[in-house]
Structures are given as C-alpha cells and as structure tokens.
C-alpha cells in the first residue's frame, strides 16, 4: 500500500494565545496517524503574515523543539499570501490547511488520505454534518444556508461550501499558486476554481467545527463578510463557464 505524506498550513496573524496549543494538538494528531494508518511523515508550517505580537517567537521555540514543526514570517498580511507562501515552502506530498484557532477539528485529516488515493482536491463542507454548530451567530448560520444554495445553483451542485478546508497535491498547487491573486480568506474560493477549471477529481468531505472564540461580530459586519464571498463566488462561478465556453469553441486566450 502506497505511503502518504502530508504538509499542514497554519495562517497566522496575531495569535500568540492559541497558536501553541493548535500546533500541538495537531503534532499529537499527525503523530497518532502515522501510528495506525498509510500516512508516512508530515510537517507543520505556521505561515506567519503581518504579526506584531508573539506569535513568531512561540513558533520558534517550537521549531527547536520538534523537527516536524517549520515556520517563516513574512510582512504582507492576508491569509491568501500566507497560504500562497506557504505552498511554495511545502516538502510533503499532500497539502492542507487549518485555521490557527483550531476551529475544523483535524479528524478531516486522517479521511482526507484516504479519499486522496481516488481524488485530486477535496473540499470541505459543515453542511454535510446534519449537527449545527453551535456557538455561530444565528445571523451566520442563516445567511451560511443561503449562500450555500448559491453556490450549489451558480458554481457547481457538487459543493455546499467554499469556505473550510482544501486538500490537494503538492505538484499542482506549486503547479498553479502563480496563478492565485487573492490576498484574503477567498484565496479558498480561487483554489476551487482553479482545481474546478484543471478538471481534477473533485469531492467534498464533512468537517466538524468546534467554535473556540467568543464572537463579537455584529450583524452589519456578519453582512458584509457574506456579500463579499456572493461577489467572489459569482466572479469564479461566470470565470468557470467563460472557460467552458472558450474550450468548447477552440479559444485558447
């Protein structure tokens, strides 16, 4: 049975109170499964974007600590330049990504192998856990329905979100990251419309949430976070279908 290996991304912008126990709940995690199942190394690599605080220094003692555990520090803050960042620096041959407060429970990770023996890129979906979330705003919890019937109707009926988890291969995602251009957390959109416009084999998998931060985000600001990822998801919906249409009359700019 063929061996897997896998690179965990960490984004990281001002987390020195959750960073150290996210890294380590996951190393305990990765290390458990190369115990029981096909995955055969990993690394962790905190891709730390626009800090002031602590948070690279706590990474750095963890990397002295353990060899599986890699950082780097860039100035730019955004999520999407982080993960861009980090993909490049990636040495294993699978690549995800988890949020520095842990919010998707890892468990994803040991199915996400498993699933990357017959798939190219998965995504990842709370809807298909019948269970709510609970902690989320009732706010986001209703406009998250809403938009994700949107994107089932405009982008493609085979996901429920856009917006968790992404697992793919190292040698396409070094392939495309030239290609990204979003700064922010809709650089998760952008992937799936690149793996989506590649013709990957694409399957959406069930993530479990555990809210950890109390929120402070009003419904004006819940709002405008929605709208912004209906504008980003309606550009790569009418992106996907111009590419469509263009392979189909023999256009090849």
Known sequence: MRKESVTVLIPAYNEEKVIKNTVLELKHYLASLTAKSNLDSYEIIVCINGSNDKTE???????????EIRYFSIKNKGMGIALREGVK????DIITFVAADGEVLNCFIEMAVK????YDF???SRYL???????????RRFLSIGYSYFIRMFFSPRFTEVGTIKVFRRKWGQ???KQCKRDDPSWQVEMLYLASRDKLKLKEIPVYIKIKRASSES???VLKEIYYFFKITAKYSLLLRWHQIKKLLGIKH
């Open 115 to 118: 699933e990357m023996k017959n």
């Open 122 to 124: 998965l995504s990842g």
């Open 89 to 92: 620096r990636a040495k294993k």
């Open 175 to 177: 392939k495309v990251i």
């Open 57 to 67: 220094e706590i990474c750095k003692a963890l990397s002295k600590q353990h060899k």
């Open 129 to 139: 856990v019948k269970k709510q979330v609970r902690g989320s705003s009732f706010a």
């Open 219 to 221: 419904k004006a600001s």
